[in-house]
């Protein structure tokens, strides 16, 4: 009889778990969480209803979504795919829906159905749970592993590191020779004091384009004004992809926001167009663009060195092309971050250079196996970060229960 050893009570683990049972009702496996409780990060997710992937269902486009992982996780997604995921919940009474955005969450609108249905089948298939245990070292024998917690001892033919981004377990995993790439925050606001924004949190613009001044880095989509910056879909996506560059820069950098996702000439040559239509308006009074709040316009056009009172024909043409400046190009002065809670993610963890990924495995040890945020892997929101959880829990968890 096989003897496996769980690091770590998180999805990731739960999966692999699962999986080897099934493949190996024979196999003894236990799971060991330091605290008392497992799944809080499923618990959490998607502000309480539990993002479990998403509607993306081409291997090569998936893996667009990972800043860090996306030529590793190519094969696997051929392997245990999104749509492989919904299946293994529905066939399990767990009904899922997908939302306008691709997301996909239970039908019941609460985690709570991922986490019961998870914790039933660790009890079906009488794989023991281990709360309260903290790992304080692993060591390879000549055949056997041997774990030790802070309450036992334990001895494994094969051990899953699924812990996350645990820097003790890292400590314990660099001692096994693997090599840690330094964590970073992968996803995250954008502190900026402004007062073009100050006074205005809540407002939301559907498509904007934001960039990282002096690098690469874009991104498109949802932008949302929050009492510390700017958040929303697409600076959440800017900051998975930049995260190195970002902390590289000691998160002192400079922002751009193109509002409308329009080039500067097309949005001044409808600037000049409604001069000549509106003359008599106030150019405050109401945003000329749908997609541009009146909250947002006004302080656009305050910003432009417009006054209040000035009329549209009373606007010199340097100050339409401040306005049309104002609403392309925004800059930004940002100096810090600030954590987006509920989808905490690092980047950093387990070099993947010493992974084989066709079976989620050491290249340094045998029996050593790895799944989910402990390895080097991340990605934006969205769910796919619990996608790489499941896929690569379901790949360790098969290849752990062959002989």
Not at 173 to 183: A, Q
Not at 190 to 209: C, L, Y
Not at 288 to 313: M, T
Request: glycine share 6%.
């Amino acid at each position: 009889m096989q003897k496996i050893v769980i690091i770590g009570g998180g999805a990731a683990g739960f999966f692999a778990a699962i999986t080897c049972t099934e493949h190996n009702p024979t196999a003894k496996i236990i799971i060991l969480e330091k605290g008392n409780q497992v799944l809080q990060k499923v618990k959490v997710s998607g502000g309480g209803r539990c993002n479990v992937t998403h509607a993306c269902f081409d291997p090569k486009e998936l893996t667009k979504f990972y800043p860090r992982g996306k030529k590793e996780l190519l094969g696997p997604f051929h392997q245990f795919m999104t749509g492989d995921t919904m299946l293994w919940f529905e066939e399990r009474s767990v009904p899922l829906k997908i939302e306008a955005d691709n997301r996909v969450f239970p039908q019941s609108n609460s985690s709570q159905s991922i986490i019961d249905v998870l914790m039933e089948e660790v009890e079906k298939n009488k794989i023991i749970l281990k709360l309260g245990h903290r790992v304080e070292d692993i060591e390879k024998g000549d055949e056997q592993w041997k774990i030790s917690t802070n309450k036992e001892e334990f001895i494994a033919d094969k051990i899953l590191i699924a812990s996350g981004s645990n820097t003790k377990i890292w400590e314990l995993i660099s001692n096994l020779g693997h090599t840690i790439v330094p964590p970073v925050p992968s996803l995250f606001t954008f502190k900026i004091n402004d007062v073009r924004i100050k006074e205005i949190p809540g407002i939301s613009v559907p498509n904007a384009t934001v960039s990282l001044i002096d690098s690469k880095f874009e991104s498109n989509g949802s932008l949302l004004i929050t009492h510390w910056g700017i958040s929303g879909p697409a600076v959440l996506k800017l900051s998975a992809f930049g995260a190195l560059f970002l902390a590289e820069k000691n998160y002192q950098y400079s922002v751009k926001v193109n509002w409308l996702s329009k080039p500067l000439s097309s949005v001044l040559n409808k600037l000049k167009i409604l001069k000549k239509e509106n003359p008599k308006k106030q150019l405050i009074v109401k945003s000329v663009f749908k997609d541009i709040p009146k909250r947002l316009w006004e302080q656009l056009v305050l910003a432009s060195e417009i006054k209040q009172e000035q009329r549209w024909a009373d606007i010199s043409n340097k100050r339409l092309d401040n306005l049309a400046n104002q609403l392309t190009n925004t800059i930004f002065n940002a100096y810090g971050k600030a954590t987006f809670k509920e989808e905490f993610v690092t980047a950093g963890g387990v070099d993947l250079k010493e992974i084989n990924f066709k079976r989620f495995e050491s290249k340094i040890h045998q029996n050593l196996f790895f799944a989910g945020e402990v390895l080097n892997i991340d990605a934006v929101t969205g769910g796919f970060n619990f996608q790489n959880a499941w896929t690569s829990g379901y790949i360790a968890g098969k290849s752990m229960s062959l002989p």
